[in-house]
């Protein structure tokens, strides 16, 4: 039986701005994490070797937003990461945590080691929670609801290979636990300002899933080109340099919308990577918070059952307070005029090397939502979503 949910338009208030898609599922949302991303991780001088995850829930936390809500994450065993991964790329991860040595032949086979996806003590427990996350928080979306799953998002993983800060792709067992339980149209979208590329590659040739991704142009891994449909189960938008909030919209409402109320999917998984927002330091995409968090519900709510993830974000002050809002968003709860003192100082004790003083806005130690970012829309936006929308 199918369960319902409803898109209410114009109509849910997010404290100070209109939410185009209302979030409102049978069941209530809830948010699985795990105390594993408090431990040191990525060693020195690595874009992802800042607080991120702990900080959002953190914030969250401070706000009254957790309780009751959260559902522990279990950790991946090797039957279920050999699913998607070769079984000599998770016995390579296992054994490399363990010895703390990568083989020159493993960093060759395996992308394991360097300085893109280092090695570091409890490695693989941390990859293989971020997969057991994200294949219960589709379980748990089976219900009815959206399950939130911020350590999510490794989508550049591959099946034999670390690649791009990803030692596993969990956004790929999320898909796999919806389909497990039968459903044969699922929706990914990607959202992060670089390409979902491994999720793409890994449902090419499924036709039960679509995969849409916005990403910014000529960034890294330099794939998802806006003609690049693979089998005709892709989209992509490969967005200009400094996007703004109007440019944003447009494509949500007017391309990936459009698309995703054309496959009709039964369940959604969402990648919100926080490096689209103005700051930060991998990207120079240019669109705020809220921009962000009404692309995340104008996605979710074409279906009756959401999984939504965490992905990339390498300023840590905007993606902590995107990512709580975030929650605040899914749970229901509206944003404060103003954060509290434990998170003021929460976001004061951040520091981040890619971040210049210069640039930090002080509005991130006591706001959780953004000013709007508006401006004029490029032809070549309108372009790219009247592509997007072809059959």
């Known amino acids: 039986m199918e369960i319902c949910c409803t898109a209410v ?57 957790l309780s009751g809500r959260g559902r522990p994450s279990p950790i991946a065993d090797c039957d279920l990461l050999t699913r998607f991964h070769t079984p000599a790329w998770v016995s390579a991860l296992a054994e490399a945590d363990r010895s703390g040595v990568v083989a020159p032949e493993i960093r060759a086979r395996h992308g394991l080691g360097g300085m893109e996806n280092p090695l570091f003590r409890g490695v693989f427990e941390r990859a293989a929670t971020s997969v057991g996350g994200s294949f219960e928080a589709a379980r748990l979306a ?14 550049h993983g591959r099946p034999d290979r670390a690649a791009g800060f990803c030692y596993f792709n969990d956004p790929v067992f999320a898909l796999l636990g919806l389909l497990d339980a039968g459903l044969d149209r ?18 090419a040739s499924d036709p039960r899933v679509l995969t849409v991704s916005i990403h910014e142009a000529g960034r890294w891994p330099g794939s998802g080109a806006l003609d690049d449909r693979r089998e005709g189960g892709a ?12 440019e944003w919209d447009l494509l949500i409402d007017e391309a990936v919308r459009p698309v995703l109320e054309r496959f009709d999917p039964q369940a959604v998984v969402v990648t919100c990577g926080a490096d689209a927002l103005a700051g930060d ?14 692309a995340v519900t104008a996605a979710i709510t074409v279906a009756p059952r959401a999984v939504v993830l965490g992905g990339g974000g390498y300023n840590p ?3 902590a307070r995107c990512w709580a809002g975030l929650w605040g968003v899914l749970a229901g709860f509206p944003p404060p005029e103003a954060l509290p003192e434990a998170s003021v100082a929460r976001l004061s004790a951040l520091d981040c090397d890619l971040v210049d003083e210069e640039d930090r806005d002080p509005d991130w130690l006591t706001t959780l939502v953004d000013a709007p970012r508006p401006g004029p829309i490029r032809d070549e936006i309108r372009a790219i979503a009247a592509t997007t929308r072809k059959p």
């Not at 330091?281 to 009404?294: D, G, K, Y």
Request: hydrophobic share 40%.
């Open 186 to 203: 699922v929706a990914y979208v990607d959202f992060d300002a670089h390409h979902g590329d491994g999720v793409e590659d890994a449902f």
């Open 235 to 246: 989209r992509n938008l490969p967005v200009p340099r400094r996007l703004n909030d109007s």
């Open 281 to 294: 330091p991998l990207s120079t995409m240019e669109i705020s918070n809220r921009a962000l968090w009404r």
């Open 142 to 155: 089976l219900d009815g609801r959206v399950a939130y799953h911020p350590a999510g998002g490794t989508h």
């Open 9 to 65: 338009e114009a109509s849910a208030r997010t404290g100070r701005e209109d939410l185009k898609y209302r979030v409102k599922f049978l069941n209530e949302s809830v948010v699985v994490a795990s105390d594993v991303y408090r431990r040191a991780a990525y060693g020195r001088n690595h874009p992802l070797a800042i607080p991120r995850v702990e900080t959002a829930l953190d914030l969250a936390g401070d706000l009254g937003w």
């Open 317 to 319: 002050w905007t993606l």
